[in-house]
């Protein structure tokens, strides 16, 4: 099992700034891709921000050019750098990591979520 830990979130004014963190740890093997998704209420589950183990980053278009996304890999952490944070990027933020097992299969792996608010 691979655990996942967020931290970061909170309480920010829009046009403001906040930096999300993802702590893996547990039985690891590799990390393929590390990404950062979003659920507001009543709403479906986004991609926001995508990282390959090479460094390749995709980006949702609503959030291009204002979040960026990067790794530590020999930390095996994930960092979402959130800036000009508007009101609409008010969700539940989570940390996914694509695992691959020694021979064996590739499973993904869900932090428990920290919350992003923005007020207008």
């Known amino acids: 099992q691979v655990q996942l830990v967020e931290s970061g979130g909170g309480l920010v004014q829009a046009g403001g700034s906040l930096r999300l963190s993802c702590a893996a740890s547990?039985?690891?093997?590799?990390?393929?891709?590390m990404g950062w998704y979003r659920q507001a209420p009543g709403k479906q589950r986004e991609l926001v921000a995508l990282?390959?183990?090479?460094?390749?980053?995709n980006y949702a278009d609503s959030v291009e050019g204002r979040f960026t996304i990067s790794r530590d890999n020999a930390k095996n952490m994930v960092y979402l750098q959130m800036n000009s944070l508007k009101p609409e990027d008010t969700a539940v933020y989570y940390c996914?990591?694509?695992?691959?097992?020694?021979?064996?299969?590739?499973?993904?792996?869900w932090g428990q979520g920290t919350q992003v608010t923005v007020s207008s």
């Open positions: 996914n990591v694509d695992h691959q097992y020694a021979l064996g299969p590739r499973v993904p792996f």
């Open positions: 547990g039985s690891i093997f590799r990390i393929n891709a």
């Open positions: 990282i390959t183990s090479g460094g390749s980053t």
